[in-house]
C-alpha cells in the first residue's frame, strides 16, 4: 500500500460513518451508504487534488448531497411518469426518536437537506448555503420553516 492508499484509507474511516449517519435522516441509511461511498471513490480517483483542499471531507460531502439530489429527482421524475413503479424512500431510515424521523421525512426537500446539515453535521449558515447553492439568507428562512413544521408535526403526535 502506497502513502496515499494509506491515507485516503485513514481519511475513509474517519469520515464515512458521521456522513452516513447525517445523510441517513434525509435520504435513508441505505442510500446515504450508497452516495457516500461514491463521493468516496470520486475522492479516491481524484486523490492526490483532493487532499490537498482545506476540507477534503466537505468536498466529499458535497459531492454525496448532490449525488443524493440527483437521485431524489430521478425518483420524483419517474414517479410522475408512473407513481406505482417507486414508492417513496425518502428519509427511511429514522434518527432514535421515531416521531422526529415521521417530521422530518414530511418536510420539503430543502427544508429536510438545511435541518441535516445545519443541526446534524453541524455547518454553519454560510457553509449550509454554499453547500445548497443558497443564499444565507434563504438558509435562516429555510431553517425556520422547518422548525416551525418540525414543532406542528410534533406538537400533534405529542397530542394524539
Known sequence: MGQYDEEFAAFFREEFPSLVSALAVAVGRDQAAD????AFVRANARWPKVRRMDRPAAWVRRVALNLAIDDHRKLVRRK???PTLVTEHW???APRDKDL???LAQLP???RLAVVLHYLVDLSVGEVAAELGISEGTVKATLHHARANLRKRLEVIGDV
Open 80 to 82: 410522475r411518469i408512473d
Open 91 to 93: 428519509c427511511e431510515q
Open 101 to 103: 424521523a415521521d417530521a
Open 35 to 38: 452516495v457516500v461511498q461514491e
Open 109 to 111: 426537500t430543502r427544508q
